[in-house]
C-alpha cells in the first residue's frame, strides 16, 4: 500500500499502532526512554486503518498485526520481534541514527 511505503520512507522510525493497544504502547515507551520519537500512525484513526492494517498482514505482521515496527523503511515486526532484538543487543544500533540529542 503507498501509505505505507510513503511513511516509512520518509520517516525514520514508523510504529503502525492502534490507540487502544497495550503493546503498541509498551512498544513506544521503549522508543522514548531509549531517546526515539517515532511516527505513531493510529490505524483506528485512521479512515483508511482496515485497509493498511491489511497490507501489514500482507507484509507479514500478524498475531497481531499491530504494533508494525519499521527502522530505516525495513519492516523489523511487532513487539516480540522488537523486544527480542532489544534484548539481544540489536535494536539500539538500528535506532542510534534516530536517536534525539538530550
Given at each position: 500500500?503507498d501509505?505505507i511505503q510513503?511513511?516509512?520512507?520518509?520517516?525514520?522510525?514508523v510504529v503502525?499502532?492502534?490507540?487502544?493497544?497495550c503493546?503498541c504502547?509498551?512498544?513506544n515507551?521503549?522508543?522514548?526512554?531509549?531517546?526515539?520519537e517515532?511516527?505513531?500512525?493510529?490505524?483506528?484513526?485512521?479512515?483508511?486503518?482496515?485497509e493498511?492494517?491489511?497490507?501489514?498482514?500482507?507484509?507479514?505482521?500478524?498475531?497481531?498485526?499491530v504494533?508494525?515496527?519499521?527502522?530505516?523503511?525495513?519492516?523489523v515486526g511487532?513487539?516480540?520481534?522488537?523486544?527480542?532484538?532489544?534484548?539481544?543487543?540489536?535494536?539500539?544500533?538500528?535506532?542510534?541514527?534516530?536517536q534525539?540529542?538530550?
Amino acid at each position: 500500500m503507498d501509505k505505507i511505503q510513503t511513511l516509512t520512507s520518509e520517516n525514520g522510525v514508523v510504529v503502525f499502532s492502534k490507540s487502544t493497544c497495550c503493546l503498541c504502547y509498551a512498544v513506544n515507551i521503549l522508543f522514548q526512554e531509549l531517546g526515539v520519537e517515532p511516527l505513531v500512525h493510529e490505524l483506528d484513526h485512521d479512515p483508511d486503518g482496515w485497509e493498511i492494517e491489511k497490507a501489514l498482514v500482507n507484509q507479514g505482521c500478524n498475531s497481531p498485526p499491530v504494533p508494525a515496527v519499521f527502522i530505516g523503511g525495513k519492516l523489523v515486526g511487532s513487539t516480540n520481534e522488537v523486544m527480542s532484538l532489544h534484548l539481544r543487543g540489536g535494536l539500539i544500533p538500528l535506532l542510534r541514527p534516530y536517536q534525539t540529542l538530550a
